[in-house]
Nanobody, 114 residues
Framework: QVQLVESGGGSVQPGGSLRLSCTAS????????MGWHRQAPGKQREMVAT???????VHVNSIQGRFTISRDIAKNTIYLEMKDLKFEDTAVYYC????????WGQGTQVTVSA
């Protein structure tokens, strides 16, 4: 079992920034993939960015150049640095970890509004 605890969501204006954090209950170097997904109201959950245990990073096209995934192994934590936030980035953001199965955090709300 892997527990994931997210933090860092909130409300910002367009163009603003936020940093999400996700701390795992286990050594993240043992986790094959970790990442961030999001689910906007009325839409399916979608992948945003992932990072492997070998530090390979994938960012989806819609957030390229604006969001950056990173990790701190010593803290068993991954981050999602979000800049130039847009209205369409409003969603619940979920941390995910994969070790033979998917584990999910409880989600953190990000709201972009004027």
């Amino acid at each position: 079992q892997v527990q994931l605890v997210e933090s860092g969501g909130g409300s910002v204006q367009p163009g603003g920034s936020l940093r999400l954090s996700c701390t795992a209950s286990t050594n993240i170097t043992a986790i094959i993939w970790m990442g961030w997904h999001r689910q906007a109201p009325g839409k399916q959950r979608e992948m945003v960015a992932t990072i492997s245990n070998h530090d390979v990073k994938v960012h989806v096209n819609s957030i390229q150049g604006r969001f950056t995934i990173s990790r701190d192994i010593a803290k068993n934590t991954i981050y999602l640095e979000m800049k130039d936030l847009k209205f369409e980035d409003t969603a619940v953001y979920y941390c995910m970890a994969w070790i033979n199965q998917n584990y999910w955090g409880q989600g953190t709300q990000v709201t972009v509004s004027a």
